[in-house]
């Protein structure tokens, strides 16, 4: 497999139990990124990661919560989340966090969310 | 936070004609890419730019990295079916990492 997979592609959870996102890139990229899509509005950072450590959390509730096991793997695990926090959520990797010529960001497909 | 002004927010276009959106900034940025969406999936990079006044294209899409460094275009020439989609504009200020993305321009194409 090629790219940046997501699983699951679809989620439905209630609010008091707990999942979690998984993203895998197989192109050999250091930086691995979390991104909200709401609908009609600009992509939000979450976090990003660079060699496995985190390097940016833009402000984002407790309830969501990060990790990077290797550069290869970023997952989000997710508890007591609220409805308003479905949404889209992507996952992208970079050869760095700093871009530039052949080191822009590559999403995935995304995991739709819906918390009830 | 800082923003991106992309217009139009949707377009309902014949098949075969052109297509322009832009995106604008209070700030001057160093990168503009162009990003498309197609539905159930991830945005794919398109076009990028690094210098002001490039002119870069890819196929029928044309893109132009503002003289100001505070806007960017994307034009697509007969347009066709399979150019329905959620294009977004991204950038990268003068002194940052993080891209900031625009809202979105939605395209519908009538055949």
């Known amino acids: 497999e090629t790219g940046v997979t997501q699983t699951p592609r679809h989620l439905v959870m209630g609010m008091t139990n707990k999942k979690s996102l998984k993203c895998e890139q197989h192109?050999?990229?250091?930086?691995m990124y979390w991104y909200k899509q709401s609908a009609k509005k600009p992509l939000e950072l979450m976090f990003v990661y660079n060699f496995k450590e985190q390097t940016e959390n833009n402000s984002v509730p407790s309830r969501f919560s990060p990790e990077c096991p290797n550069s290869s793997h970023l997952f989000l695990h997710l508890h007591t989340l609220q409805p308003e926090d479905s949404a889209l959520y992507l996952c992208?990797?970079?050869?760095?966090?700093?871009?530039?010529?052949?080191?822009?960001?590559?999403f995935g497909p995304g995991t739709r969310l819906t918390v009830l | 936070g800082q923003q991106l002004n992309q217009s139009p927010q949707s377009m309902f276009i014949q098949e075969g004609e052109d297509v322009s959106m832009n995106c604008t900034s209070s700030s001057i940025f160093n990168t503009w890419l162009w990003y498309k969406q197609d539905p159930g999936e991830g945005p794919v990079l398109l076009i990028a730019l690094y210098k002001a006044g490039e002119l870069t294209s890819n196929g029928r899409l044309t893109a132009q990295f503002g003289i100001t460094r505070k806007d960017s275009f994307l034009n697509i020439s007969a347009s066709i079916p399979s150019d329905v989609g959620i294009y977004f504009c991204a950038g990268r200020r003068e002194y940052g990492n993080k891209l900031v993305f625009g809202a979105g321009t939605i395209l519908r194409v009538k055949s």
């Open positions: 992208a990797s970079s050869r760095s966090p700093t871009g530039g010529y052949y080191n822009e960001q590559f």
């Open positions: 192109l050999g990229h250091n930086a």
